[in-house]
């Protein structure tokens, strides 16, 4: 028979994992709300025609699809139901679907309750996503997401903002070598302006957004199989090397964008972020222009970020980016946003791997009551209970068996003391504390083993 397993791409957590990733969110919403970001959370899923035509095609068909409640052919004619075209098919029949990401939900609820808002309206959201997506190291189809966004104002200084935000998180978690990467949409658009390839913009994002796990030579050679000319890519990717040296290849930039309106404000507005930096300096982050930063999905159109970790990071552990148009697509004009999101599972795979995480022992039972039989139950509860008031995680064992066994239990939960209370410590009116690690033992009453417990630190 075999075991029962969770679906694909989906995991169990225990109490240690749970702990890590506790820690990781407190410092996450901590800096959450000392920039002034309220909490918000959505339903797990939303109406298809919130979600689909945001993402582009890669991230159309990562999107989890619920079928229509009760009967989900009712008033479809036969001829409808096309078995080749699944992505057709799955719209007909489907009216929900789990949410791909925090940020369309987000601007569907800000279009929603635009008459009861007051702008600018900074959120964080810290809630599970899903996407059909191929399992793999640090990739889940059931992942967590903690996001801050602000809308309703273009303002640079909201950029700015971020990167402190990045920057303080990071530093928290005592993450160094955080690299955050920056580019401009506005760059993108302008470049296939100038290179005469505007009709192939989603193109380029899609395939520069694979970067990081493609080598650039299979990239080149698709882009050309797209329509790209060899000049095209050529020019293209010398733009990606001339970008690793932004300081001294700024004067290239500028005469290569001067043909292109929305390529100069692009790079102007990166000069402005960058000039602020070299001013004000970072924590712990380095930040880098990077011109094949491409974030691929379809919403962005100004300032992109990303965030990895040189050493030992599995891909970006955080991103996001300037959005103008998003609440225009639910009937809100002129209301541009920018956010961020930070990948929890990645963030946890990489600070375990460079064994960051505080010790988290102190989380655990400390103290465990033996249990002598039912004529000690009354006087078990309120002892562990007195404990428990005082603030110091304890337990009892609920069955009297053998004191052997029970210590053996205690021992596989690794709880540093268990107390003995008996006939002989009834009489007393001591309590038998014994240290699991030394087996030193001490007769005490309850007071002073509270005394005790609060100024032992956990073997």
């Not at 992505?87 to 925090?102: E, T, V």
């Not at 460079?354 to 006087?379: A, H, Q």
């Not at 002892?383 to 609920?398: E, G, H, K, M, S």
Request: glycine residues 6%; hydrophobic residues 35%; proline residues 3%.
């Amino acid at each position: 028979m075999h075991k029962p397993l969770p679906a694909k791409g989906t995991r169990d957590f225990e109490s240690s994992q749970i702990y890590k990733r506790n820690y990781i969110i407190d410092i996450i919403k901590k800096n959450f709300t000392k920039y002034g970001y309220s909490p918000l959370e959505t339903p797990s899923f939303e109406k298809t025609s919130t979600l689909l035509g945001k993402y582009g095609d890669e991230g159309e068909r990562l999107i989890f699809k619920i079928l229509k409640s009760g009967n989900f052919l009712k008033g479809l004619n036969p001829a409808e139901l096309d078995f080749e075209d699944v992505s057709n098919l799955a719209n007909k029949i489907c009216d929900k679907a789990l949410k791909y990401d925090l940020t369309v939900p987000f601007a569907r609820y800000v279009s929603q309750h635009f008459n009861e808002l007051t702008f600018p309206f900074k959120r964080s959201q810290i809630q599970n996503v899903w996407r059909a997506d191929k399992p793999q190291k640090g990739r889940f189809r059931e992942f967590l997401q903690c996001d801050a966004d602000v809308v309703g104002s273009k303002s640079l200084m909201q950029e700015i903002e971020f990167i402190h935000l990045f920057d303080n998180i990071f530093n928290d978690l005592n993450l160094n070598g955080c690299i955050i990467k920056l580019n401009n949409r506005k760059l993108l658009l302008g470049l296939c302006e100038i290179l005469d390839c505007e009709d192939k913009f989603s193109i380029l994002v899609n395939q520069l957004d694979k970067l990081d796990k493609v080598e650039s030579k299979k990239i080149k050679d698709i882009l050309i199989i797209k329509g790209f000319s060899s000049d095209q890519v050529d020019s293209i990717f010398d733009l990606i090397s001339k970008s690793k040296n932004i300081g001294s290849n700024i004067d290239f930039f500028k005469k290569f964008y001067e043909k292109s309106s929305i390529g100069i404000q692009g790079l102007n507005e990166l000069e402005f972020i960058f000039k602020y930096f070299s001013k004000q300096k970072l924590l712990i982050t380095n930040l880098v222009f990077d011109i094949s930063l491409a974030r691929g999905i379809d919403y962005y159109t100004g300032v992109i970020f990303e965030v990895v970790q040189k050493d030992k990071s599995f891909g970006s552990i955080a991103g996001g980016g300037r959005y103008d148009n998003l609440t225009e697509i639910f009937g809100l004009k002129d209301t541009s946003g920018v956010g961020i999101s930070f990948g929890l599972d990645r963030i946890f795979l990489t600070l375990d791997k460079l064994k960051l995480f505080p010790e988290f022992r102190s989380k655990m039972i400390k103290v465990l009551f033996t249990n002598f039989g039912t004529d000690y139950n009354e006087d078990i509860i309120k002892f562990t209970n007195a404990l428990r008031n005082a603030d110091i995680v304890a337990d009892f064992y609920p069955d009297s068996i053998p004191l052997k066994k029970q210590l053996k239990y205690a021992n596989q939960k690794e709880i540093p003391f268990v107390i003995l209370y008996g006939e002989e410590e009834r009489k007393s009116k001591f309590l038998r504390l014994k240290n699991m690690k030394s087996g030193d033992q001490y007769e005490l009453s309850i007071n002073q083993i509270i005394s005790k417990l609060k100024k032992t630190a956990t073997p």
